[in-house]
């Protein structure tokens, strides 16, 4: 198993953009995590999806959103885009969705907006 | 709020040295506490658990509920642990959130 896969590995967007941001978990995994990780911080919480089903957010605005699909693959989105939201975005999966259950790291989406 | 400190950006020891990561939480729960581990260019990947009470790659981490801290420790250093090292809360009625420290950077000089 290649492990958490996440793409693209980096793109650069402008202002007012749009983006989507994918992650793939390991298999037989179902549950999906997203963090933002600004240059010099820890990864902050977006969402945590777990059998399709939002199970968590974090303190973002409206602006992100994010879905998962049957097999467990999962989308973020951000709308709108500020050049604030410059930042690395990790998706972690586990097999389940309680906080006990190892969270495996993708290597992350850097994403630029000017 | 629930927050983990991490008071150092950088700790920088001699191999051999002993070594020691501080971590100080603030939960109104009883938290789950974890070591997450960064090497260069390797994923996010986790180090160790305080409820398995156990130690990897010599590293021990022990919870102190009354200084609500759970640092991290190896009595001797080794170049191969350098790397970034972040603390985290785990939330449980929150979906299993994880809140992440600032993370410390180790680096062990040779």
């Known amino acids: ?114 | 709020a629930q927050r983990v400190t991490q008071p150092e950006k950088l700790l920088s020891v001699f191999k051999g040295a002993p070594v020691e990561l501080k971590c100080n939480y603030s939960y109104s729960g009883s938290p789950e506490l974890f070591w997450y581990v960064q090497y260069s260019r390797q994923r996010l990947q986790l180090l160790l658990r305080h409820i398995s009470r156990e130690s990897i790659k010599g590293f021990t981490a022990d919870l102190n509920k009354g200084e609500t801290s759970f640092h991290l420790k190896k009595p001797f250093a080794q170049e191969e642990d350098s790397a970034m090292y972040y603390c985290v809360v785990v939330i449980y009625n929150q979906g299993g959130k994880l809140i992440f420290g600032q993370g410390t950077e180790l680096s062990v000089k040779p």
């Open chain 1, 1 to 114: 198993d290649a492990g958490v896969t996440q793409s693209p590995t980096h793109l650069i967007k402008t202002r007012g953009q749009h983006v989507t941001l994918r992650c793939s978990p390991i298999s037989g995994h179902k549950s999906v995590s997203w963090y933002q990780q600004v240059l010099g911080q820890g990864p902050q919480f977006i969402f945590q999806y777990y059998e399709k089903e939002e199970r968590g957010r974090g303190n973002f605005p409206d602006r992100f959103s994010a879905r998962q699909f049957p097999n467990y693959s999962s989308e973020l989105n951000v709308n709108a885009l500020l050049l604030g939201d410059s930042a690395l975005y990790l998706c972690a999966s586990s097999l389940g969705p309680g906080g006990e259950e190892t969270q495996y790291f993708g290597p992350g989406t850097r994403l630029l907006v000017l």
